[in-house]
């Protein structure tokens, strides 16, 4: 009989470029899904002996092609893996639509490849479709990261209806980038949820007595980094918000090197103007008062000491 052995299964889904001319392109989703295949790999859990991923990048990600691989999840994950699900790209919102699920009737659409803001209920998928769709894995833990504008309105569709899908089944943690009102000002700050979401993957500083990091563990520490780079750099970001297991039933993501000499060392780094130097020192004494152990220095400063 052959040994059942832990596994990750690992669904990347990003969009930084769509087929229709009119959709802006995104920079940074593509590497943000790389970035958290690789430090998944590299910092992965010693109970975990193996990882299975499927990445579908751009033209790859289709409406077929996502919800195919989802099925192909369904069809493969047994209690015995962990499974996760990330999706980055454009959002959008709908009056009615396919599936509203929140307050408002607006439907929340993720766009795959081929669907547009305009007409996203022929290719967009909404929250039924992914809900319906994880409520069949087998699987004892499920993460869905929602890395797109209007996020939250999903996730109000999962605290509405998924704990009775699931059937107390699974252990689960659903993430939401942005909240259901919410689009970002700028898509130099779409993915600053998901950068620091691996940053907190990486971060030894933040481990439990074991030295691994949970999925809870990593959204309250970039949901930190998210509001204090946005408040100190360019106020235009999203809001993310979580439904699903807290402390007292994490699901661990990855066990990072300790570092050589035993400490982290953060560093955060703020625009510096010549013409108005006492400003930059406030928010640089401001940001180290209220954030002990973070270093603050200047864009220009080379004195970064390795």
């Not at 699987?139 to 999903?154: A, K, P, R, T």
């Not at 309250?220 to 970001?237: E, G």
Request: with cysteine; hydrophobic share 35%.
């Amino acid at each position: 009989m052959m040994t059942k052995t832990k596994q990750k299964l690992l669904l990347n889904v990003a969009v930084g470029m769509y087929a229709h001319p009119n959709m802006q392109r995104l920079e940074g989703v593509l590497e943000a899904a790389e970035r958290f295949h690789y430090i998944l790999n590299e910092n992965d859990l010693p109970h975990f002996e193996q990882m299975e991923y499927k990445q579908l990048l751009n033209g790859e990600a289709t409406r077929d092609k996502s919800l195919s691989e989802l099925n192909h999840i369904v069809e493969k994950a047994e209690s015995y893996h962990q499974v996760i699900i990330y999706l980055g790209g454009h959002g959008c919102q709908k009056l009615l639509g396919k599936c509203p699920c929140f307050e408002d009737d607006m439907t929340r659409y993720f766009l795959p490849h081929e669907a547009t803001d305009s007409e996203p209920h022929i290719y967009g998928i909404t929250a039924c479709e992914l809900a319906f769709k994880l409520a069949k894995i087998k699987s004892s833990e499920i993460i869905l990261i929602l890395d797109f504008c209007y996020s939250g309105g999903m996730l109000e569709f999962f605290r509405q209806h998924f704990t009775k899908l699931l059937q107390n089944k699974n252990n689960f943690f659903i993430i939401a980038s942005a909240l259901p009102f919410q689009k970002a000002n700028d898509v130099a700050t779409n993915t600053r949820f998901m950068e620091c979401f691996c940053d907190a993957l990486d971060e030894a500083g933040i481990v439990d007595s074991n030295g691994f990091i949970s999925a809870f563990q990593a959204y309250q520490y970039a949901k930190k980094w998210v509001r204090l780079k946005s408040s100190y750099l360019d106020h235009s970001t999203h809001t993310p918000d979580y439904f699903g297991c807290e402390e007292d039933k994490p699901i661990y993501l990855t066990k990072p090197p300790t570092p050589l000499n035993g400490m982290t060392r953060i560093y955060l780094l703020i625009p510096f103007d010549p013409n108005n130097p006492t400003q930059a020192e406030i928010v640089k004494e401001k940001i180290e008062k209220e954030y002990p152990g973070i270093k603050v220095v200047y864009a220009g400063d080379n004195s970064l000491a390795s």
